[in-house]
């Protein structure tokens, strides 16, 4: 199981590199926006008194948005004739896994780069630098394992792109407010009573939504 995952991420990579235009394109999505952001806050002076929580809750929005893009991107590369291929090569529990690995890799570095576009155009207000980069890598993590298994059953029934916001919608909600909470303790020289809570949810949901996907897909696979 694990050569398989491996090699089936060997594959996802070497094709990512073949095609960069898709990763250029996240990029300059999170760079247009951040720009755009700036831009309007700029001009209506409301950069001068910006206050942490709301540098906080733009950067995670934008953050969510780029990972929906990047899924539903990757995703549509693949059409009925290559899955009824890696249905004859690769295991669906190793699939959906390789799947998450994949995009949690993918969407950790597109994060880490709006974390710099970001601090290029709104500073960087961050005082525990190993804080913010643990909930970049644990916020990224979340949210491609959340909506890689929306966008896989999504893609299981036809394609049905709507379905993706659908099913992953409610749960991301408390899911960003949790990320935004445990990142705003970077902000800080000390960390609150409530970092380790929030840390322990996160990590808690990752597992969760791991193991559902592996029990949920094959249902999906064999669709």
Known sequence: MINSII???KFDFQREFRHRLSFLSIVLYVFSVTYLLYFLMNTQGALVKMEVKYWNVLFWVIVLFSTINELIAQFSKENEGIYLYYYTIIR?????LAKIVFHTIYSSIISLITFLI???WFGSPVENY???LLSILIGS????ILFTLTTAISKGLKNNAVLTSILGFPLSIPLITLVSKLSKEAFF???SDNFTIN???LIAFNIIMVVLSVILY???WRE
């Open 7 to 9: 090699t089936f991420l």
């Open 92 to 96: 669906p529990s190793s699939f959906i």
């Open 118 to 120: 970001f601090t290029l």
């Open 130 to 132: 190993s804080l913010i």
């Open 141 to 144: 993590a979340s949210f491609s």
């Open 189 to 191: 020289q000390t960390t």
């Open 199 to 201: 840390l322990a949810i």
């Open 218 to 220: 094959p249902y999906i």
